[in-house]
């Protein structure tokens, strides 16, 4: 599935300093569809290069990361259990800044 997916807010630190990442993500084995829970776990294995700890606590994104998907926030929808389609964008944001 092809989707575009964006790091901002510092995130993109985490991605090689690279801002959007047009990818493309198996739908998981015995799964019909491509659901957030499994683009998480897609991206800390292939995208992030360092410090996943920053991006990720546990199976979800830390607090503090805000996740649009189509711009739509994705507590709007159902989190983790989110359903992707082909072309979605994904926009990950670090509302967690120094100062």
Known sequence: ??????????????????KVHNVN?????????LTMKDLLAWVRTNLIKERPEMFMKGESV???????????????SSQLDT??????VVVFISTLHGG
């Open 83 to 88: 359903t992707l389609e082909e072309k979605d």
């Open 1 to 18: 599935m092809h989707l575009t997916l964006e790091f901002g807010g510092g995130l993109e630190l985490l991605c090689e300093s690279v």
């Open 25 to 33: 993500v198996d739908v998981p084995k015995g799964a019909d569809k």
């Open 62 to 76: 830390r607090p503090g990361v805000l996740v649009l998907v189509n711009d739509c926030d994705w507590e709007l």
